[in-house]
């Protein structure tokens, strides 16, 4: 049976519906806005695996072609590996939703999203987190509340809500935003150098519609919801936590003070070790059989580690002090350099602690945009970004299977941090590709790929209107108290309950990304960590600028050169020629690529100046006019009776009558010339028709 329920957004029914399709799911909800259809389909298993060690949820979003109309490309004609966009949905989706179930709930759960329908004026990613929020509440899988995802856009100083693609083109901002009822739970965007306020007042706009789309998934759930399934919460053994604590808690508590990562870890390993010996060797006297030994040590390895979090937290609580011996506000030490591989465009090295990023750019032609398809259109980018992050920058050996969700994602994120700062392809006509080697990972490394990718690109010569610097803040809580943590390292991350990371120039904030492993946050707290990630960012930006404070005057010596010329875009045809032959013909004489756009912006690109000039001088030549009265140095094409056919410029000849070639009578013209001769002419005359009429007799005399 349907049952649906629907609120009012930008004057069109926002419309969720269960019932009706995928019934077998545990839950399954479509929604309709306008043309856009998606359904969302929530699965969960039978039985929990709480062997896990986490919670098992899987979210994978779709877009199909035939939402909009379209034919996959390639040879098979259907949608295969999932997309950069899919990829990025799927991410956006599971991190505000990952917190909402519970911490006991360890059956594995499968969500899977679909674009159905699309106007392709709107992107359907932020409705993915609605429609699998709704997916659970109707579901039978336990689920604290729902959630719901916007977009904000800021045009003229006004926020709004859920913009269109022609909006985007002249938003300030693009802020995806998920939350509850209660509080907001994940940020995600980019924006043109916003300041905090703006970026706090944006959050708190989105957050009223939020408000509004949980209600509504409330009343569905009403309406159709099933009965949550029962789960067995796990119990605390209180007499083995005691008995670790007496045994392990002082020496755990020096351990974690041991300063850099590999000495803590190693401490902190010795003292895991020693417990867990110890407590074999107990079990083993009790005569304990196997299963029940791996049982309980399973028990102990788990309270060992939140023993663990204990102290760092108490630490940060009580002494204001962290684990590596910082300040809550201090920043780690910073090491750069630039320049650092002679053979690329531009590098350089960027070291905070115990992360370091290698950024390295590469400037190309057009030919090396990147091209990307999906349903709402084609789009090519002249500037993208790689992240890299292999085993051993965190001294694992593991199978490396290419770039995973986590490297995608935050490769993303620093792009979105660089791209408001790239120049227009009017202003440096250039393709830009950036990859971020981490060479070190200890908390972080997605910011300081901003870094190193702000440095690289200085130094290769590439015009940026300013540095963009990015930090990652933590958050502890514990009852009413909070902090809040600059430049967080690994363990902060892993034990703390935010992930804020905020990049900028010094003009203001340029992308953002907020996780929480809370159910939200307050605005203070936000308000809190926006301030002092600002205080952070200007810190890192002064250290940056002290290495390298604008990009360099000139290019690489190993890069590149462009230059543009325009021509009629109504002449484009001319200069590419029957099958390009023309074009082609242009590029091998001289060895520069040559592209041209829809515009007649014809784009010439060689690391020779020669070869550049070879090329433009041709290219002007076929589109320069013939001007009467100027002597042209020509090459004899073709002979006739009557004169000669002279080229005076790439493409256009005239002819030389017979009683204009020489000062003396002729009574043939083989006589005066021969085919290949190069040759002083005037031009006398152009006729209506372009034809034109060429004079050696009076390129001699000068009249």
């Known amino acids: 049976m349907l049952h649906s329920e629907n609120i009012k957004i930008r004057d069109k029914d926002y419309i969720l519906e269960t019932g009706a399709w995928a019934r077998q799911a545990n839950g399954s909800v479509v929604i309709r806005w306008g043309k856009i259809t998606l359904i969302a389909n929530a699965t969960a298993a039978k039985d929990a695996n709480p062997d896990a060690g986490f919670f098992p949820l899987t979210v994978d979003y779709r877009e199909k072609f035939y939402a909009s109309g379209q034919i996959p490309g390639g040879y098979f004609k259907r949608e295969a590996r999932p997309t950069e966009k899919e990829i990025l949905t799927s991410r956006l989706t599971d991190r505000p939703l990952r917190p909402l179930f519970p911490k006991s709930y360890y059956n594995e759960v499968q969500i899977f999203i679909t674009l159905l329908s699309s106007d392709g004026q709107q992107s359907a990613d932020v409705h993915a987190i609605t429609a699998a929020s709704a997916a659970l ?37 693009n802020l995806i935003l998920a939350g509850t009822e209660e509080a907001v739970t994940m940020i995600e965007g980019y924006s043109h150098e916003l300041d905090e306020k703006t970026m706090l007042d944006a959050i708190k706009f989105g957050h009223t519609e939020i408000k509004r789309i949980c209600e509504c998934q409330n009343q569905l759930r009403e309406k159709a919801g099933k009965i949550k399934n029962e789960f067995a919460e796990q119990e605390e053994n209180v007499e083995l936590k005691n008995k670790i604590r007496e045994m392990a808690f002082n020496s755990l508590v020096e351990a974690n003070k041991s ?79 630039v320049g650092v591989l002679p053979g690329t465009h531009g590098s350089s090295i960027f070291t905070r602690g115990e992360t370091q990023s290698l950024g390295v750019v590469t400037l190309g032609t057009e030919n090396d945009a990147q091209f990307k398809d999906d349903v709402e259109g084609e789009t090519i980018s002249q500037f993208y970004l790689h992240y890299n992050f292999l085993p051993f920058s965190v001294g694992e050996v593991r199978r490396y299977g290419g770039p995973g969700r986590r490297e995608i994602g935050h490769g993303k994120l620093a792009e979105n941090a660089l791209t408001n700062i790239i120049p227009s392809q009017s202003e440096f006509p250039y393709v830009m590709r950036i990859v971020s080697e981490i060479f070190e990972s200890n908390g972080s490394s997605s910011m300081a790929t901003v870094c190193s990718g702000s440095l690289a690109l200085m130094d290769a010569g590439v015009p940026i209107k300013g540095a963009v610097a990015g930090i990652a803040m933590g958050l502890i809580t514990q009852d009413d108290k909070y902090a809040v943590l600059s430049d967080i390292a690994g363990l902060e991350d892993h034990f703390g309950d935010m992930d804020f990371k905020v990049a900028g120039t010094s003009n203001g904030i340029t992308a953002f990304q907020m996780d929480l492993k809370l159910t939200g946050i307050s605005y203070e707290i936000m308000e809190k960590a926006l301030e002092q990630a600002k205080t952070g960012r200007m810190h890192i930006l002064g250290r940056m600028n002290e290495v390298l404070s604008a990009p360099r005057s000139e290019l690489s010596e190993n890069a590149p050169r462009i230059t543009t010329l325009q021509i009629d875009k109504e002449r484009i045809g001319e200069l590419i020629g029957p099958g390009g032959k023309n074009i082609r013909s242009i590029i091998e004489k001289s060895g520069a690529e040559i592209n041209v756009n829809d515009d007649g912006v014809v784009s010439i690109a060689s690391t020779s100046s020669k070869a550049a000039d070879i090329a433009r001088e041709m290219i002007e030549g076929q589109f320069a006019e013939a001007e009467i009265n100027k002597i042209y140095e020509g090459t004899v094409k073709k002979i006739v009776d009557f004169g000669a056919f002279i080229e005076i410029l790439p493409g256009k000849d005239g002819l030389c009558h017979i009683s204009k070639i020489s000062t003396t009578r002729v009574s043939s013209v083989e006589e005066a010339l021969k085919e290949g001769d190069v040759v002083k002419v005037k031009v006398i005359a152009v006729d209506r028709q372009g034809k034109i009429s060429l004079s050696i007799k009076d390129a001699v005399n000068g009249s």
Do not use: C
Request: aromatic residues 4%; hydrophobic residues 40%.
């Open 137 to 173: 509440m109707v579901s039978d899988i336990p689920f604290a509340a729902p959630a719901a995802g916007v977009r904000v856009g800021l045009i003229n100083g006004n926020f709004i809500l859920f913009p269109d693609k022609n909006e985007m083109q002249e938003s300030k901002l």
């Open 259 to 337: 300063g850099d990562k590999q000495t803590r870890q190693s401490n902190l390993n010795d003292v895991n070790a020693s417990t867990i010996e110890k407590l074999e060797t107990e079990y083993k006297a009790e005569s304990l059989d196997e299963k029940e030994i791996s049982s309980k040590i399973k028990e102990a390895r788990a309270i060992l580690e939140d023993l663990e979090v204990e102290i760092v937290r108490n630490q940060i609580f009580n002494e204001a002090i962290r684990a590596d011996g910082r300040k809550l506000d201090e920043i780690r030490p910073i090491s750069i350099e």
